[in-house]
T-cell receptor
Framework: SQQGEEDPQALSIQEGENATMNCSYK?????LQWYRQNSGRGLVHLIL?????REKHSGRLRVTLDTSKKSSSLLITASRAADTASYFC???????????FGQGTRLTINP | DTGVSQDPRHKITKRGQNVTFRCDPI?????LYWYRQTLGQGPEFLTY????????KSRLLSDRFSAERPKGSFSTLEIQRTEQGDSAMYLC????????????FGPGTRLTVT
């Protein structure tokens, strides 16, 4: 079963705009990660935020985590066509080694 | 470092046949994971190994599925008596025990059962 839900399921924006995706989860966690998947390919790790962190930055990525609401958001600034992909949040499900993924957000950047 | 590799990349088989997939993790990684992903969904955990020991199996892993990692390096996932519902992308990932929690994924094996 999946951990939670991502919102929106699909997002289409113009190149240069910012994209925001949200993720909710159900159980307590040690960390939350975001992954990117290009069509038909494997997943690429983007960023990890620990449960005691509220915000983290990496290049054009900004992730926030609100453990009281069991939610996270991923912001991609100044989007590029190459950002077109599916984005998944994943949690460690109460500290277990396995990752539990959301259903993902399909992001399309229009040139 | 060549990354995680999986073989084959695509497999088409008839219902009832057995199939085996291979995963070669990043060489120094001692943890290896198998996930299954169906169209439009996120990956779902199947099983994971630390070195050669299989430490956790999902209830998704029916008795038709078996995974091995005999020498703590590469792993195989076998599906016996395949069913159409087994059609999916099978993803392998690896990580390093002492390294962070992020997992490094292979390109996946896409299985189609006809």
């Amino acid at each position: 079963s999946q951990q939670g839900e991502e919102d929106p399921q699909a997002l289409s924006i113009q190149e240069g705009e910012n994209a925001t995706m949200n993720c909710s989860y159900k159980t307590s966690i040690n960390n939350l990660q975001w992954y990117r998947q290009n069509s038909g390919r494997g997943l690429v790790h983007l960023i990890l935020i620990r449960s005691n962190e509220r915000e983290k930055h990496s290049g054009r990525l900004r992730v926030t985590l609100d453990t009281s609401k069991k939610s996270s958001s991923l912001l991609i600034t100044a989007s590029r066509a190459a950002d077109t992909a599916s984005y998944f949040c994943a949690t460690d499900d109460q500290g277990a080694q396995k990752l539990v993924f959301g259903q993902g957000t399909r992001l399309t950047i229009n040139p | 470092d060549t990354g995680v590799s999986q073989d084959p990349r695509h497999k088409i088989t008839k219902r009832g046949q057995n199939v085996t997939f291979r995963c070669d993790p990043i060489s120094e990684h001692n943890r290896l994971y198998w996930y299954r992903q169906t169209l439009g969904q996120g990956p779902e955990f199947l099983t994971y190994f630390q070195n050669e020991a299989q430490l956790e199996k999902s209830r998704l892993l029916s008795d038709r599925f078996s995974a091995e990692r005999p020498k703590g390096s590469f792993s195989t996932l076998e599906i016996q008596r395949t069913e159409q519902g087994d059609s999916a992308m099978y993803l392998c990932a690896s990580s390093y025990l002492e390294g962070g929690e992020e997992q490094y994924f292979g390109p996946g094996t896409r299985l189609t059962v006809t």
